[in-house]
């Protein structure tokens, strides 16, 4: 059993070098995304990858950088690749939102039969804080954390091991508590906005308050274009790096 991230993208959300944040996990040969932003198709491009190749899409939040690129991928999907639906993992919160709220306007099309997210994607609602077989070797449990309020928003346990932020806020809580002391994850990617007050992002002076042992398990993610002013800045974390292949232990 073999188990690799692929970043396809490190940028925040209005980055211009770096694509949006999200990810390729790689297992026995199946390809998971976690999210799929406004530019992400244009990365998977990048690395050769086509809509058909990607058996499932979870998703952490509606935002443009995280949800932005999916009806390309739907589109592409059902015009290029005769009519396959790929899986798309979400909470019931997200569901309820994500069509009425961000695809319908482009995607609603009666006419020829298309009228809600079920008619593009093999939609696979999860429950909250509830491990789901992705395939062999591979789970993953959305865990609700604060981003926006009011607005719902998911953390990633994979495997119960790697944490994968997504956008929070900084939660001492979260990280020194549950995905450190209580999960032993070894491996964790977090988002970090490298200057200015973190209203509903983990901010680098914040992650830096991070105990040395938690920092050195620490891959930053979701940073803005001047990131290479903070290399070496960062204590014992290091910055994830895009197209980056990283080989987790399971
Ligand atoms: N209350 C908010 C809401 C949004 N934003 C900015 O918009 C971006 C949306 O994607 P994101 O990656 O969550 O980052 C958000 C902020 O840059 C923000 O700065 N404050
Ligand atoms: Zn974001
Ligand atoms: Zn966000």
Known sequence: MSLQIQMLGTGSAFAKTFYNTSALIRSNERNLLIDCGSTTPKSLYDIQLQPDQI???????????????????????????????????????IADTLWENTLKGGM??????????????????????????????????LVPTLHISSKPSYSLFINDRIFYSADVRF??????????????C??????CQLSG???IHATLDE??????????????????????????????MRFAAQHEIIDLPE
Request: glycine share 8%; proline share 3%.
């Open 108 to 141: 609603y099309n009666p006419e020829d039969g298309y009228h809600s997210l079920e008619d593009y994607f093999d939609v696979i609602v999860i429950e909250e804080q509830v491990p789901v077989v992705i395939g062999p070797g591979l789970t993953i449990e």
């Open 207 to 236: 992650l830096l308050t991070l105990p040395e042992h938690i920092q050195q398990r620490i891959y930053l993610m979701h940073y803005a274009d001047n990131m290479s002013d903070f290399i070496g800045k960062t204590g014992h």
């Open 55 to 93: 058996d499932g899409i979870v998703i952490s939040h509606i935002h443009a950088d995280h949800v932005g690129g999916l009806e390309e991928m739907a589109f592409r999907l059902l015009y290029e690749s005769n009519q396959k639906k790929t899986k798309l993992y979400l909470t019931q919160a």
């Open 171 to 184: 939660s001492e809580e979260l990280l020194i508590h549950e995905v450190a002391a209580k999960r032993n």
């Open 197 to 199: 007050q973190g209203f």
């Open 186 to 191: 070894h491996t964790i990617f977090h988002d």
